[in-house]
Nanobody
Framework: QVQLVESGGGLVQAGGSLRLSCAAS????????MGWFRQAPGKERDFVGV????????YYADSVKGRFTISRDNAKNTVYLQMNSLKPEDTAVYYC??????????????????WGQGTQVTVSS
């Protein structure tokens, strides 16, 4: 069992930056690939990016590529989402999720077993 708690959301002006954190419980955090998703009002939950269990591979949605960076600190059981050059269209609730996907390939969405409660990010124009 893995419990995930996101933090770091808030209100920021367009062009600004935020760093989200996702703290995980459990001793097996390093075995999990960790993903970030987001859901805007009235829309489906979309993939943002993922980092492999080793930290050696990352994948990003085209909409955030070059602006967002995912990293992890296995000693702290924490994964981060650094968001730069934020746009109003980045406004959403951001969720982290864990998958026991053991390769360096991008995990299928259906494999994510654990989800956090989400943190709100609002980007004003």
């Amino acid at each position: 069992q893995v419990q995930l708690v996101e933090s770091g959301g808030g209100l920021v002006q367009a062009g600004g930056s935020l760093r989200l954190s996702c703290a995980a419980s459990g001793r097996t955090f390093s075995r999990y690939a960790m993903g970030w998703f987001r859901q805007a009002p009235g829309k489906e939950r979309d993939f943002v990016g993922v980092i492999s269990w080793s930290g050696g591979s990352t994948y990003y949605a085209d909409s955030v590529k070059g602006r967002f960076t995912i990293s992890r600190d296995n000693a702290k059981n924490t994964v981060y989402l650094q968001m730069n050059s934020l746009k109003p269209e980045d406004t959403a609730v951001y969720y982290c999720a864990a998958t026991n996907w053991g390769t360096e390939n991008r995990p299928p969405r259906r494999t994510y077993d654990y989800w956090g409660q989400g943190t709100q990010v609002t980007v004003s124009s």
